[in-house]
């Protein structure tokens, strides 16, 4: 990926607000393959707010109000998501969202894959099955749950739940992750082994990610934007990140 590749995902003076109070305010950004931006900022700086702003979830919420684009580029076609570009069920298919807390379904392991294949994308048969099996193959976690795909999904461990929730989304195809602090309720070692997942996933995926760790945004991080009162304050890079002192300095202040 180089700089000159065309982004994925191009936000353009997005103001998202409730009730009419303002929580974003004149955002721009741009998503690419390859890379994994990761947005940090104090609590209630917009973050989340951010996340669900560009696969349109916000729109679950009474009174919010949108204003700006959102532009997809999609099979060689692109469009703005809040313009009819695309049908809403498509816009939160292509550009998934994984939570805080895993949400994982009532369901078996199994269900918790194959009813959104059904419902969504109506694919039945040995079809469903192989995209299963490599959904789970693509978060690692097939072999751990191939024999117990009928146990219900709340029997997995958090981690586990958490990348069932993962491969939920890849099994829909998507082109651009959004994530709200997936490891945040997770132990160190199976934090490293969602971390090691995202580094791979991003050859393939655009991801938007917030965290609230210090060292996970280090770690993680391929760009580092700040976010303040609902505006993007500042831009890191990798040399940015590579210079301790100062990158500790602006957390601190972020934090």
């Known amino acids: 990926m180089t700089e000159r590749a065309a ?9 998202v607000s409730f009730s009419g109070k303002p929580v974003l305010d004149a955002v721009t950004l741009s998503l690419w393959t390859g890379r994994i931006t990761v947005l940090v900022g104090s609590s209630g700086s917009g973050k989340t707010t ?3 702003a560009i696969n349109r979830l916000n729109e679950c919420f009474p ?13 060689g076609r692109s469009g703005d998501i809040y313009k009819d570009f695309l049908p809403l069920p ?5 550009v998934g969202m994984v939570f805080q807390t895993p949400a994982v379904l009532p369901f078996s392991i199994l269900k918790n894959l194959t009813l ?18 490599r959904a789970l193959q693509e978060v690692s976690l097939w072999d751990e749950v191939k024999d117990r795909l009928q146990d219900a999904a709340t029997t997995l461990s958090g981690g586990q739940q958490q990348r069932l929730c993962l491969a939920r989304i890849l099994a829909l195809e998507p082109r651009v992750l959004l994530l709200d602090e997936p490891t945040a309720s997770l132990d160190f070692r199976t934090t490293h082994k969602i971390e090691e997942l995202l ?10 990610a917030v965290s609230h760790s210090l060292s996970q945004v280090r770690r993680l991080a391929d760009r580092v ?8 304050a500042q831009e890191l890079d990798p040399q940015h990140l590579q210079d301790t002192h100062a990158f500790q300095a602006l957390l601190d202040e972020v934090f």
Do not use: M
């Open 7 to 15: 982004p994925i995902v191009e936000v353009s003076d997005l103001t």
């Open 50 to 52: 951010l996340l669900r």
């Open 63 to 75: 009174h919010c109000r949108t204003e700006g684009a959102v532009r997809l580029k999609l099979e």
């Open 90 to 94: 498509e816009v939160r298919r292509r």
């Open 116 to 133: 959104p294949l059904r419902v969504t994308l109506g694919i039945w048969g040995n079809v469903l099955s192989d995209r299963v099996e």
């Open 199 to 208: 580094a791979r996933l991003k050859e393939r995926y655009a991801i938007l």
């Open 225 to 232: 934007l700040v976010l303040r009162e609902g505006r993007i």
